[in-house]
């Protein structure tokens, strides 16, 4: 019988637990303030805590690259590639603004977690049957509020570390309200927990943050506008992430 290596050991008995209370305590504290605090910028504050605290425990350093690129105050849509899990928290913890997130709708069911996401504000997506006019208004809502978006185009987390095509709707949809696009590469964080396995390491991630991109100016636009859009913005973000592969397989 093989023995599991230390980190999964780690993993099991002190990160699981941590991360679970981290999440009742400042999930709770997000959903009690949603009573006075509509906006969600509260709620906000205790995602950034849990992801800091999050990366603190798992030991995971993240080095920020092109902060000032972007223009504080200003609503994005930040659009990121998908690694690991841990993405979220490196996103939340590094970025100062009030993000809200585009996610599945079956996170919605999760205990604390899913009422903190939809008492904050967060976006849920049926991919089976999305509602884009529905999701449209929604957007819409929260730019008003002036509120930015995270999203993950490629639809899942990464098998190999490429990055997988990204999915066009997003973009129809950024091109539809108007907003500045913001490509976001992630380095570093399937070293740290990579799908399908339950097992976190230390490990050092880069986050790159890339000059905005507005969209064209289209009255009515196409699936076609929004995969062109989604193309450039892919090639963008995939650049440092494919350059990380190639020193590694080296």
């Known amino acids: 019988m093989r023995i599991p290596p230390y980190h999964w ?3 099991v008995f002190l ?3 941590a991360i679970t209370i981290y999440t009742i305590v400042l999930g709770a504290a997000s959903i009690v303030s949603s009573l006075f605090d509509r906006r969600g910028y509260f709620a906000h504050g205790c995602a950034r805590a849990w992801s800091w605290l999050i990366l603190k425990t798992t030991g995971v350093r993240v080095t920020i690259e092109g902060l000032d690129r972007i223009t504080p105050g200003t609503t994005y849509v930040f659009v990121s590639n998908h690694q690991s899990i841990y993405d979220t928290p490196v996103v939340f913890a590094s970025l100062p603004y009030q993000l809200r997130i585009i996610a599945k709708e079956s996170l919605a069911r999760f205990p604390v977690l899913g009422w903190h996401l939809k ?3 967060h976006l849920f997506v049926d991919r089976r049957d999305p ?3 529905g ?3 929604r957007w819409s809502a929260l730019v ?3 509120l930015s978006l995270i999203v993950y185009p490629e639809g899942t987390r990464t098998t190999d570390g490429h990055v997988a ?4 709707g997003s973009f129809l949809l950024a091109i539809q309200a108007g907003l500045p696009i913001v490509p976001l590469s992630i380095v570093g964080t399937r070293n740290v927990m990579p799908k399908g396995r339950l097992r976190t390491e230390p490990a050092q991630v880069r986050l790159v943050v890339h000059d905005p991109i507005q969209p064209p100016v289209i009255a009515e636009p196409t699936v076609h506008d929004a995969k062109a859009l989604a193309d450039r913005v892919h090639d963008i973000v995939a650049r440092p992430v494919e350059d ?3 020193i590694v397989q080296r």
Do not use: E, N, V
């Open 9 to 11: 050991w780690r993993t």
């Open 15 to 17: 990160l699981i637990p």
């Open 119 to 121: 008492r904050g504000g």
């Open 131 to 133: 509602d884009r006019a």
């Open 135 to 137: 999701i449209l208004k």
């Open 144 to 146: 008003s509020q002036g």
């Open 165 to 168: 095509r990204f999915k066009a």
């Open 244 to 246: 990380a592969l190639q």
